[in-house]
């Protein structure tokens, strides 16, 4: 039987109000894997879970707010959606616009968003626009076209998005049968750090969580107006999808953090990197670059001695590595060449593993 996705699955506890029908492709319900290897190969005292969200049906977390923003925008009559996005906003407005019949534009900076990103808001059939600037900008257009065009805004910026991304604590509490000690996020747009921190407040108040875990988000170094406490005019890191300047959720992120105890702070492309190859190679577990920031941000934090003995840390892996082929053979492109008979790949292989 399907579950229906989270709107089905969590009802009421999401707030959305009345919808005449929920647009939903099965999102949610992700894999909340335990770490295995990475514990003792990284020195790490403490139980570490990454909740996958990889797996969802556009590869990434985004898919949790837009069932809640296209089926409330398709609810109120909207004919068409519109969002900026790094890339994986984007691919999931389409998809969900596809679903329930609607037109999406979309709104992507020029030469700076992952292949597989750009390919699924195409095939997906979504107008795509290549902004001659960053995200920020894009953001800042998309928010004045519904005074000329009508669409309705999909970005976080508009509150059902927030709502549905909630769902994620509530599935963390469900798996975990309470709040983890920590939970640890990539920081970008900062919709996701506040959604989530959200949703535990909501867990709590209904009574289902009796305590609340400490938030951390991590900013890429080259694009981090948190932690830096000023506006980045240009944004600069490998990961995209947080190639982020001016943050919307900004006063959330700062209210997440603040509120549990935690904090938002930075990592270097060099340390997402290692964080990325570390995950595939010693977990399996394939996330693109910018997801592997939370996990750079819990290697980070560990090396200053800041979790104590034997506490659990949740990890989100926002989105699915396969997004980004071009970023990945960029930095590893490690192929064995040899002829097509049974001695020649015997002879190539000999070089790497001897006779
Ligand atoms: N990780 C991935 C893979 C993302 O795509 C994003 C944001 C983030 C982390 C950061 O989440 O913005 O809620 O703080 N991507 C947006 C987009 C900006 O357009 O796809 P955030």
């Not at 590869?59 to 409330?72: I, Y």
């Not at 597989?116 to 059939?125: F, I, R």
């Not at 910026?157 to 549905?164: Q, W």
């Amino acid at each position: 039987m399907p579950s229906g996705g989270i709107i089905a699955r969590y009802g009421d506890l999401l707030e959305l109000g009345s919808l005449s029908s929920a647009i939903t492709l099965e999102e949610g319900a992700t894999p909340l894997i335990e770490a295995r290897r990475l514990p003792r190969e990284c020195n790490l005292q403490i139980r570490l879970l990454f909740k996958f969200e990889g797996s969802n049906p556009t590869g990434s977390f985004k898919d949790r707010g837009m069932t809640a923003a296209v089926s409330k925008a398709v609810s109120a009559g909207s004919r068409a959606i519109v969002c900026a996005s790094t890339g994986n906003t984007a691919a999931s407005a389409a998809a969900y616009a596809a679903r329930a019949g609607i037109a999406c534009l979309v709104l992507l900076p020029k030469g700076n968003v992952a292949l597989g990103k750009l390919a699924q808001s195409l095939v997906y059939g979504a107008t795509v626009v290549a902004v001659d600037g960053n995200f920020d900008q894009s953001l800042e257009i998309v928010r004045r076209l519904p005074e000329r065009m009508p669409l309705t805004i999909v970005n976080s910026i508009n509150p059902d998005r927030l709502l549905g991304q909630r769902s994620a604590a509530f599935e963390v509490a469900d798996a975990l049968g309470g709040a983890p000690d920590y939970h640890v996020l990539p920081v970008g747009n900062a919709g996701n750090i506040t959604a989530t921190w959200r949703g535990y407040k909501r867990y709590k108040e209904a009574g289902r969580i009796r305590r609340l875990p400490v938030m951390l988000g991590f900013q890429a170094a080259g694009a981090a107006p948190i932690v830096d406490g000023r506006i980045c005019e240009d944004p600069r890191t490998l990961a995209t999808a947080i190639r982020i300047g001016n943050p919307a959720s900004w006063e959330g992120a700062r209210e997440a953090a603040s509120e549990s105890g935690g904090n938002i702070d930075k990592v270097t492309d060099e340390e997402i990197l290692a964080a990325y190859f570390q995950l595939a190679r010693t977990e399996g577990i394939f996330a693109e670059p910018a997801s592997a920031a939370s996990f750079a941000g819990v290697l980070k934090k560990a090396r200053q001695g800041y979790f104590p003995f034997g506490t659990t840390v949740v990890c989100t892996l926002t989105g699915n590595g396969l997004k980004d082929p071009d970023n990945a053979m960029k930095v590893e492109s490690k192929l064995l060449e040899a002829p097509g008979d049974f001695d020649g790949v015997c002879r190539a292989l000999e070089q790497v593993i001897g006779s």
